[in-house]
């Protein structure tokens, strides 16, 4: 019997050629799907599944031991009373935690109680986004102000690869500013805007992680977030600021860039994952600033981040912010002193491994190894510069025959770099696991090195300290 399409026989070759012809050519995708950065987390995620009894430096992600699965109930609760108290309805109640919310977020003026109240940021709800995580925050924040092929976003180099893919995502050309051994300096990004402004490009914005950053585990020190303000008003470049460690650390914090600007140059972008919990997956952005169309008329690039976000995705899950909401209510609004355990813990765990490294990697011996590491006050990471190149390979017989993972830096150069470099996140482990991570790191340093014997070639450099 002839087929639809009067075919008589198609053989199994003739169906295999059909099923072939169906198929996408990977070429004719998106250039950002074949990056390395896209590519660089699962490859990390391959490796901790397939040596599970490896101890993992990887994850930058919160201690488990903090979380209490009947706390989300209590949150929760608290809320919906919270808008009992104000007046709502079982209706508007019921609308608001099953229905499709406000794309801008139904707990911004929670959120900006908070922020005034612990960060000294003063600033109205409606110019907050609650966002899916601070990663929209940053997609969005990158969709509205990059409007051109001239326009550059300039990044701290190493950087958090989630701007580096969000700009990828974006086709956004990136411009690094590569970060000192000492630490932050606004020289060397003056240099980069002038650098690209002769190129004929608009230097648009500059992404950095001011308080224990990640990669580096860097702080940028008073007086330079004094300079970097002045020179973003000079130069009319916006600052992105994205500090998600500086709750979960030790000590009094610094001010952030953003209650420090009078001149209305921050964006600050903001996440509950590391405070609350990352399975909320809630952010926010901070976008106060002003903006003037051909009518003269203003809004806040608050809205204007709004309707980008409408076809992003809608709104933020009512159900999350029903649980950050809850939790800011349950202490007022002061996100510190709720984190104030954990920050002394991940503060001790800092200074385990701090402690672990010196033990195992004594100072005679890792100058005759090639080895050194920054020593950050808080944060989840801290950097190594071994004489061997920490390539996947590397990490691949660093988790088979020694039992300890890491991140390789190279993952956090965008245009190239770090290919002497590892991180260490210490946020996830136990102090035994720490002392015996550290103990097998050693372990595997000094087999390395041997191996590569006279093949060495000298460290990066770019270990940076605290600024």
């Known amino acids: 019997m002839a087929g639809r399409h009067g075919g008589d026989n198609v053989g199994s070759s003739g169906a295999a050629s059909a099923e072939e012809s169906r198929g996408l050519r990977k070429v004719d995708l998106h250039a950002s799907i074949s990056d390395p950065v896209l590519d660089s987390m699962t490859f990390l995620n391959e490796v901790t ?18 979380f209490d699965t009947e706390e ?13 108290d104000r007046g709502g309805s079982p209706q508007q109640i019921r609308t608001a935690m099953y229905q499709y919310g406000t794309t801008a977020g139904q707990i911004r003026e929670i959120i900006a109680d908070s922020l005034r109240v612990d960060e000294n940021i003063d600033v109205p709800a409606e110019s907050i986004v609650v966002t899916v995580g601070a990663q929209e925050a940053m997609l969005l924040v990158l969709r509205a102000l990059i409007t051109g092929p001239d326009d550059v976003l300039l990044v701290s180099s190493p ?7 969000a700009a990828l995502l974006l086709d956004i050309a990136l411009a690094p500013v590569e970060e000192p051994e000492s630490g932050f300096s606004c020289a060397v990004l003056e240099a980069v805007i002038l650098e690209e402004r002769a190129r004929g490009r608009r230097p648009r914005a500059f992404y950095v992680v001011p308080d224990h950053s990640n990669p580096s585990g860097m702080t940028i020190g008073p ?25 979960v650390s030790p000590g009094s914090p610094l001010p952030t860039l953003k209650s420090l600007d009078r001149a209305g140059t921050v964006v600050h972008l903001g996440s509950y994952s590391k405070t609350v919990f990352p399975g909320a997956r809630v952010g926010f952005v901070i976008a106060d600033q002003r903006i003037v169309d051909d009518q003269g008329r203003t809004s806040l690039l608050a809205d204007e981040l709004s309707k980008i976000k409408s076809m992003v995705t809608v709104n933020t899950s009512s159900l999350s912010q029903a649980v950050v ?36 990697l004594p100072a005679d011996h890792r100058a005759a190894l090639g ?18 190149r920490t390539d996947d390979a590397a990490l691949t017989r660093s988790a088979q025959d020694f039992g300890v993972i890491w991140t390789p830096m190279k993952y956090f150069y965008p245009l190239g770099g770090g290919d002497h470099g590892l991180r260490l996140s210490i946020s996830y482990l136990t102090p035994d696991e720490i002392e015996q991570g550290v ?25 940076s300290g605290e600024a």
């Open 371 to 388: 080895v050194r590491w920054n020593r950050p006050t808080g944060g989840f990471f801290l950097t190594m510069q071994v004489s061997f």
């Open 159 to 165: 950087c958090y690869v989630g701007i580096t893919g």
């Open 49 to 66: 599944l397939r040596y599970p009894e490896a101890i993992s430096f990887a994850p930058g992600r919160p201690y488990d031991g903090f």
């Open 439 to 463: 103990a097998r790191l050693a372990n595997f340093i000094e087999a390395e090195t041997r191996r590569h014997g006279d093949r060495l070639g000298p460290p990066d450099a770019g270990v």
């Open 325 to 360: 909401a809850g939790t800011l209510l349950g202490v007022d609004g002061r996100i510190s002193e709720l984190n104030a355990k954990a920050a002394s813990y991940y503060g001790d765990a800092m200074q385990c491994t701090l402690r672990q490294l010196e033990q195992h």
């Open 223 to 247: 007086q330079a977030r004094a300079e970097l303000l002045e020179l973003a008003e000079r130069y009319d470049l916006l600052i992105l600021e994205d500090s998600p460690y500086r709750l």
């Open 72 to 84: 989300i109930f209590g949150h929760i609760r608290r809320y919906l009373d919270h808008l009992i």
